[in-house]
């Protein structure tokens, strides 16, 4: 995948949000692919494509994008070598997780486990922290920040998703 090439203007691809109507093409994507607003990349069917998207926005595995001809295509989360932090303490986790976005990592958060980005210095840390550590091959989907956004990484999706300050009174 390469990025920074003007796109042709009948390849590019943006969100929507109706209901599928036919089977869509697929792309598999990393996390730090689905980040970027800008991004040359090839559909499962080899066809070429540019994707431009809303300078911040995140795609997540499961979404859906359309080609200004129509068509639609499903975004798939790829596997990424990971590291799977465990414990059954919930306190250490919480350390763990604390220590982990301290450094502005993106962390996906699940029952009795962390998932983070392959790093030694990282796996050292946590591992000091109390927890076992298992490299692991999965899709990655890092928490958002608490304001609908990712510090490191640009905005959660969809944007007209509510941020923190913008919840309906009660």
């Given at each position: 995948?390469?990025?920074?090439?003007?796109?042709?203007?009948?390849?590019?691809?943006?969100?929507?949000?109706?209901?599928?109507t036919e089977a869509p093409d697929t792309v598999r994507l990393s996390f730090d692919a689905r980040s970027k607003s800008?991004?040359?990349?090839?559909?499962d069917s080899g066809e070429q494509a540019a994707l431009l998207v809303e300078r911040g926005r995140l795609l997540r595995g499961g979404d859906r994008v359309r080609t200004q001809d129509g068509r639609e295509?499903?975004?798939?989360?790829?596997?990424?070598?990971?590291l799977e932090?465990?414990?059954?303490?919930?306190?250490?986790?919480?350390?763990?997780?604390?220590?982990?976005?301290?450094?502005?990592?993106?962390?996906?958060?699940?029952?009795?486990?962390?998932?983070?980005s392959n790093d030694h210095v990282l796996?050292?840390?946590v591992?000091?922290?109390?927890?076992?550590?298992?490299?692991?091959?999965?899709?990655?989907?890092?928490?958002?920040?608490?304001?609908?956004?990712h510090h490191a990484h640009g905005s959660q999706l969809p944007s007209i998703r509510p941020k923190i300050h913008e919840f309906p009174a009660r």
């Amino acid at each position: 995948l390469r990025a920074g090439h003007e796109p042709a203007h009948d390849t590019a691809l943006f969100l929507v949000l109706a209901p599928m109507t036919e089977a869509p093409d697929t792309v598999r994507l990393s996390f730090d692919a689905r980040s970027k607003s800008r991004l040359l990349l090839r559909l499962d069917s080899g066809e070429q494509a540019a994707l431009l998207v809303e300078r911040g926005r995140l795609l997540r595995g499961g979404d859906r994008v359309r080609t200004q001809d129509g068509r639609e295509v499903l975004i798939i989360a790829a596997e990424e070598s990971l590291l799977e932090a465990r414990s059954d303490d919930p306190v250490a986790i919480a350390r763990a997780a604390f220590h982990l976005g301290n450094r502005h990592v993106a962390v996906q958060v699940m029952a009795n486990c962390l998932r983070f980005s392959n790093d030694h210095v990282l796996e050292e840390m946590v591992k000091g922290l109390g927890l076992e550590v298992a490299a692991v091959r999965a899709p990655f989907e890092p928490e958002g920040g608490a304001y609908g956004h990712h510090h490191a990484h640009g905005s959660q999706l969809p944007s007209i998703r509510p941020k923190i300050h913008e919840f309906p009174a009660r």
